[in-house]
């Protein structure tokens, strides 16, 4: 028995850190530098990418556009325009009725992307409480309490069911 444990502590012995901690942490940090250096070339290749594609894009534009009669290219300018106005008007109208309604506009981005009844069920809301918040008043001295439901009133035998259903505490 004492050459068992012999043998096992000169194992313990022999057995070294696979690395040092010192080591590990120099390691990691070199890892860490190289991916953050593939990172950085990598978001720099996009980039040139994306200068690139823009190029061709334009130049692409410009070649269709050269191709184009004088009244296609007018057909363009017009409709381009007009989705300009449209947007404008839009803005505006927008900008305007958020200072007149304010309260109206604020519904209507808040139920933006609601369905019909759900839509229809914040409008009754907003108007049962005049768009003012619902705000419930409790006296921090009166705590409320749980009110019992008028539904029907209860029999004597009810009230000795229920006395019943909680047991005798005192009994074994």
């Known amino acids: 028995m004492t050459d068992e444990v012999v043998l096992n502590d000169q194992a313990q012995s022999q057995v070294d850190p696979a690395t040092d ?10 890892r860490l530098a190289g991916k953050d250096q593939a990172l950085t070339a990598t978001k ?6 994306k200068a690139e594609y823009d190029k061709v894009q334009a130049w692409k534009l410009q070649m269709e556009e050269a191709s184009l009669t004088e009244f296609e290219r007018a057909q363009r300018r017009i409709a381009t325009l ?26 209507v981005e808040k139920s ?4 019909d ?12 409480t005049g768009g003012a918040p619902k705000q419930e008043f409790v006296d921090p001295n009166k705590p409320a309490k749980e009110v019992p439901s008028t539904g ?3 029999s004597s035998e009810d009230i000795v069911k229920d006395i019943a259903a909680l047991g005798n ?4």
């Open 44 to 49: 720099k290749q996009l980039d040139e990418v």
């Open 82 to 107: 007009e989705q300009e106005l449209k947007a404008t008007r839009e803005a505006e109208q927008r900008e305007r009725l958020s200072k007149e309604f304010p309260s109206y506009v604020q519904w």
């Open 152 to 154: 029907k009133k209860r």
């Open 169 to 172: 505490p005192w009994g074994e």
């Open 21 to 30: 901690q010192d080591n590990d942490i120099t390691t990691w940090k070199k």
């Open 117 to 128: 009844e759900d839509r229809a069920r914040e409008f009754e809301t907003l108007m049962k």
């Open 112 to 115: 933006k992307g609601l369905t």
